[in-house]
């Protein structure tokens, strides 16, 4: 079986090369793969698109200290599943309540653009963290996120397509619902608004308590 995470992964020669340019030009940043947070045993899984360059890739942990983080965490701490409304450092002291949170990639890309053969090489990671995850319900932000889970499930992405709001039962007792992510680019432009991303998030905390 996969592993969950590997810390010292350097399988993707040029995702790898670019953390090591990072380690010279921000010393101070975590530049290393990230891993999960939150708890295996939570019933909601929340799967992102890849760590920001001074966001997750500085703190080491996933949406922290970058613009997608402030509304993915406000959002959290409004339905009760953070112990916080913002996600300042690995080390805040912030908690996940019945919700984890991962990404498809684990390692910054340039220009936050994962290549489809980076984001195939590292799915082993999420195919062995969905595997043993007791979520019921997992919410795929964006489309790499959705068609990543898709992958690491063994599902073709023509039989489940995405769609902001979209809910798919991939099997008996698990869901995939789909949102835009939650970036800067998505909710300037309106594509995303903080209601729709609110509705969704709760749409899937919701169904969660429900299936877990």
């Avoid at 409304?85 to 340039?110: F, M, Q, W, Y």
């Avoid at 984001?119 to 979520?135: M, W, Y």
């Avoid at 599902?155 to 949102?179: C, M, N, Y």
């Amino acid at each position: 079986m996969s592993r969950l995470f590997d810390a010292q992964c350097e399988r993707c020669p040029r995702l790898a090369a670019h953390l090591r340019r990072m380690r010279t030009t921000h010393p101070t940043y975590f530049n290393a793969p990230v891993p999960a947070f939150g708890d295996l045993e939570a019933p909601l899984l929340i799967v992102g698109l890849a760590p920001g360059m001074h966001g997750a890739n500085a703190t080491g942990r996933p949406f922290t200290g970058d613009y997608a983080g402030i509304l993915l965490y406000a959002a959290l701490h409004a339905l009760g599943l953070a112990t916080a409304h913002e996600s300042t450092s690995a080390d805040d002291g912030l908690r996940l309540i019945d919700c984890r949170i991962t990404n498809a990639v684990k390692c910054l890309p340039p220009q936050n653009k994962p290549t489809t053969a980076e984001a195939d090489t590292c799915n082993d990671f999420l195919r062995a963290e969905l595997a043993g995850s007791a979520a019921a319900v997992v919410l795929a932000l964006g489309s790499i996120a959705h068609r990543a889970v898709l992958r690491a499930l063994g599902l073709r992405l023509s039989q489940w397509p995405f769609g902001h709001g979209a809910r798919h039962e991939i099997h008996t007792r698990r869901v995939l619902i789909d949102s835009y992510h939650c970036s800067r680019y998505n909710t300037q432009t309106r594509r995303l608004t903080e209601a729709m991303f609110l509705d969704v998030l709760k749409a899937a905390r919701d169904e969660s308590q429900l299936l877990r």
